[in-house]
């Protein structure tokens, strides 16, 4: 199942697989295409940000990490009954939260001064 969620997760093109998924661990960040030139610390805050929202959820749990100064999410199939509609599930869940947490980085910038 974790090589299901690896694949889906390799063809967004907001998310940057950070290890290489081993067993049933994915570990990824959020960077999305259009931040090309942004510092490292900007895609730190930002996962770190889309990793707030997603553990303020009762329906998906993950936790976070920091590997070579770079704040990664890991995801892990924890479960022999896990199926795909589950990894895809999460997937979904995931990705709406990135949005969102893109939408509020956005409007943060073009206000910067009600941030």
Not at 9 to 18: G, P
Not at 33 to 58: A, C, G, Y
Request: net charge positive; aromatic share 8%.
């Amino acid at each position: 199942m974790n090589k299901i969620f690896a694949g889906l997760l390799q063809k967004t093109e907001n998310f940057t697989i950070v290890t290489k998924p081993s067993l049933s661990l994915t570990v990824f960040r959020f960077a999305p295409s259009s931040w090309k030139d942004r510092p490292v610390e900007d895609f730190n805050k930002l996962t770190q940000d889309l990793f707030s929202r997603l553990s303020s959820r009762h329906d998906i749990m993950l936790t976070t990490t920091t590997l070579n100064g770079v704040v990664c999410i890991r995801f892990a199939v924890g479960s022999a009954r896990t199926k795909e509609e589950h990894i895809k599930g999460a997937l979904e869940i995931i990705k709406a939260e990135a949005d969102a947490t893109l939408q509020a980085w956005e409007q943060k910038d073009s206000n910067p001064k009600s941030a």
